[in-house]
């Protein structure tokens, strides 16, 4: 049937780290075993490593993904395990693509606002009195504190902290006792603004100033999802969900062929 013909076009892996042996092995079906196109090379001392022990896992220089799924391997596992590798993909991936964070909904009439995080970088996305959805950075240009938490409409956002003032487009209003700093215009200080677009019923920030935006990462998503109709689409509830796992884990998982209806 279908589903059989699309899990045929689909190879299972699964990846085990041999403690004993100080190795790693791609468990693949038995009619082959492509190699592995990576160079690893192991911190410390020549002996057995803790793998609780984050500094001593095996670190990765150089994975070349085939397209070809029949040759197609899992990472090295320091690609899940090595806190260097998180690092690097949190400003590479997360810290420079197109990231969905919330719902058209939640920003519907001047003043409405909610607060996201993305790639460990607290966010405010507010709709202006001028009708503009824009998306800036939730932190007080002052002592840092937070100037929004959660959701809801407000005409201006304010850090508990001192009492800072910002408008709902990031410029920053007023400054409790403030008088007579010297070198000090609050016309010249707002909160940075990050990149920030909609499609459908989904909002999306891109904290990276470059790259492509996001119609031309979408390419012909609109245009095949063009007959479905999201304008009546409301925001039910927000529920989160933490897994305690490499974010790789999870993807891996969702995209198994096995779970292909």
């Given at each position: 049937g279908r589903g059989d013909d699309r899990l045929r076009k689909r190879r299972k892996h699964a990846l085990s780290v041999l403690p004993g042996a100080h190795a790693f092995r791609l468990l693949l079906p038995l009619s082959r075993i492509p190699p592995v196109k990576a160079k690893l090379e192991r911190r410390g001392e020549a002996e057995q490593p803790d793998w609780r022990d984050n500094s001593r896992v095996m670190t990765l220089e150089r994975y070349e993904f085939d397209p070809d799924l029949r040759q197609a391997a899992t990472p090295p596992a320091s690609w899940y395990l090595d806190p260097a590798v998180l690092k690097r993909e949190k400003s590479a991936i997360f810290g420079s693509t197109w990231q969905l964070v919330g719902h058209t909904d939640q920003v519907r009439e001047p003043g409405d606002y909610f607060t996201c995080t993305v790639s460990d970088e607290p966010l405010v996305v507010a709709r202006g009195g001028d009708g503009v959805v824009r998306a800036f950075s939730n932190v007080c240009r002052h002592r840092a504190g937070p100037v929004a938490r959660g959701g809801g409409n407000r005409k201006s956002l304010q850090c508990a902290y001192h009492g800072w003032t910002y408008g709902m487009d990031g410029a920053l209003?007023?400054?409790?006792?403030?008088?007579?700093?010297?070198?000090?215009?609050?016309?010249?200080?707002?909160?940075?603004?990050?990149?920030?677009?909609?499609?459908?019923a989904f909002v999306f920030v891109n904290l990276s100033p470059a790259g492509p935006g996001l119609r031309e990462v979408l390419g012909d998503i609109p245009a095949q999802t063009n007959h479905l109709s999201f304008d009546h689409l409301r925001l039910y509830k927000k529920i989160d969900y933490e897994v305690q796992c490499n974010w790789k884990v999870y993807v891996d998982n969702y995209l198994d062929g096995y779970h292909i209806p």
């Amino acid at each position: 049937g279908r589903g059989d013909d699309r899990l045929r076009k689909r190879r299972k892996h699964a990846l085990s780290v041999l403690p004993g042996a100080h190795a790693f092995r791609l468990l693949l079906p038995l009619s082959r075993i492509p190699p592995v196109k990576a160079k690893l090379e192991r911190r410390g001392e020549a002996e057995q490593p803790d793998w609780r022990d984050n500094s001593r896992v095996m670190t990765l220089e150089r994975y070349e993904f085939d397209p070809d799924l029949r040759q197609a391997a899992t990472p090295p596992a320091s690609w899940y395990l090595d806190p260097a590798v998180l690092k690097r993909e949190k400003s590479a991936i997360f810290g420079s693509t197109w990231q969905l964070v919330g719902h058209t909904d939640q920003v519907r009439e001047p003043g409405d606002y909610f607060t996201c995080t993305v790639s460990d970088e607290p966010l405010v996305v507010a709709r202006g009195g001028d009708g503009v959805v824009r998306a800036f950075s939730n932190v007080c240009r002052h002592r840092a504190g937070p100037v929004a938490r959660g959701g809801g409409n407000r005409k201006s956002l304010q850090c508990a902290y001192h009492g800072w003032t910002y408008g709902m487009d990031g410029a920053l209003l007023t400054t409790p006792e403030f008088e007579g700093v010297a070198c000090f215009e609050k016309k010249d200080v707002r909160l940075p603004p990050v990149r920030v677009d909609t499609w459908a019923a989904f909002v999306f920030v891109n904290l990276s100033p470059a790259g492509p935006g996001l119609r031309e990462v979408l390419g012909d998503i609109p245009a095949q999802t063009n007959h479905l109709s999201f304008d009546h689409l409301r925001l039910y509830k927000k529920i989160d969900y933490e897994v305690q796992c490499n974010w790789k884990v999870y993807v891996d998982n969702y995209l198994d062929g096995y779970h292909i209806p």
